[in-house]
């Protein structure tokens, strides 16, 4: 499907910039959304702590309990999960906002771990051999774990889950490439595009999965639908180099480094497509990361961080894209017109 964007429809007046850090926070950022949530973490009176917002910065919910009694970081959100690290020791923990539980998944033996995505009951990350990372996959206990790490790879990391597919990095000799699992180490597909040196998958949303691939030493934001030949290069015409973080299927969202600096930027399928969202934020920052996207009905929320002038301490934003009476006729339109037909 397409978006109002394909047809240069996206109007500057319906983008707004919604800043979640607040004066009492020294640092903060949004990894994921979902319908109605965000994750991520905020640093506040020296502590790092597990955060929830629901579209505003007075909404946050620091998650505070015995149960991370150093702190922690959030990433991945999902329905009522939020999952992350605790701070100490090295845990991978998932929480629960409706009971307000945490349960531990660290793998026994293991030396470290941390869980990155939530899907559907699916939680996925890595854990720390002794030696390296090996992507790990969870449904909900520390019991669960599945060691994803594929025949041959040094080490892994999965990154993203659609709650069916599992995706990810692996290693392989130099060469690091992007994957995708289906519940086991021996499932691993190679989605490595033809020529490219390198690649990374970050970001999984419906039928699509997101990344860089790497050429020539450059970094160029991908696309891709389960295959290495379905490989879709997104770095923008202007661009030095991209990734992309995260798609809900509909749209990819990730940076490129535009003349202008390096830019939190959405994509509808295409480099074509590209949108710098930089451009939204109040005078103050001088780069921007977009980390995550979701469409709530007509709107589209998009989370990330943003970085004051000459700061490396990065506070939390959101992009809400809210389209007008006619935009949203383009996008019917432009819809019907790419929607493809179903064979017989």
């Not at 929830?52 to 998650?63: D, E, K, P, T």
């Not at 999952?83 to 009971?99: C, K, T």
């Not at 854990?127 to 790990?136: F, I, L, T």
Request: aromatic share 10%; hydrophobic share 40%; net charge negative.
């Amino acid at each position: 499907m397409c978006s109002v964007a394909c047809s240069g429809q996206l109007a500057t007046a319906q983008w707004t910039a919604v800043r979640l850090h607040t004066p009492q926070m020294y640092e903060s950022a949004v990894y994921s959304v979902t319908p109605g949530a965000q994750g991520g973490f905020v640093h506040m009176s020296g502590i790092l702590d597990p955060a929830i917002w629901s579209g505003s910065a007075s909404s946050l919910l620091r998650v505070q309990t015995p149960a991370l009694p150093f702190g922690g970081t959030g990433f991945g959100v999902s329905g009522s999960q939020l999952v992350g690290q605790n701070s100490f020791p090295l845990h991978a923990f998932v929480y629960d906002r409706a009971s307000g539980s945490v349960t531990d998944l660290h793998p026994p033996g293991a030396f470290g771990s941390k869980a990155i995505a939530v899907e559907n009951g699916q939680q996925v990350g890595y854990a720390d051999d002794g030696a390296n990372p090996v992507a790990a996959l969870w449904s909900g206990s520390a019991p669960s774990f599945v060691n994803l790490n594929p025949a041959g790879a040094s080490w892994s990391i999965a990154h993203a889950t659609n709650g069916v597919l599992q995706g990810g990095d692996a290693a392989f000799g130099s060469s690091i490439v992007a994957g995708i699992w289906s519940g086991s180490a021996a499932s691993f597909v190679n989605l490595n595009p033809p020529l490219a040196s390198g690649s990374q998958l970050r970001g999984m949303g419906g039928d699509q999965q997101v990344g860089t691939a790497k050429y020539s030493g450059s970094e160029r934001a991908a696309l891709w639908r389960g295959s290495a030949a379905s490989y879709i290069d997104l770095n923008p015409p202007n661009a030095g180099a991209s990734l992309a973080y995260g798609t809900d299927g509909l749209a990819q969202v990730g940076y490129a480094h535009f003349p202008t600096g390096p830019s939190a930027t959405i994509w509808f399928g295409s480099a074509a497509s590209a949108h710098p969202l930089h451009q939204y934020l109040p005078p103050g920052y001088d780069a921007s990361i977009a980390y995550d996207v979701v469409h709530e009905g007509d709107r589209i929320i998009v989370g990330g961080i943003a970085y004051p002038d000459g700061s490396e301490r990065s506070e939390a934003f959101l992009w809400v894209y809210v389209p007008t009476p006619s935009s949203l006729l383009v996008l019917a339109i432009a819809g019907a017109a790419t929607v493809p037909r179903r064979r017989r």
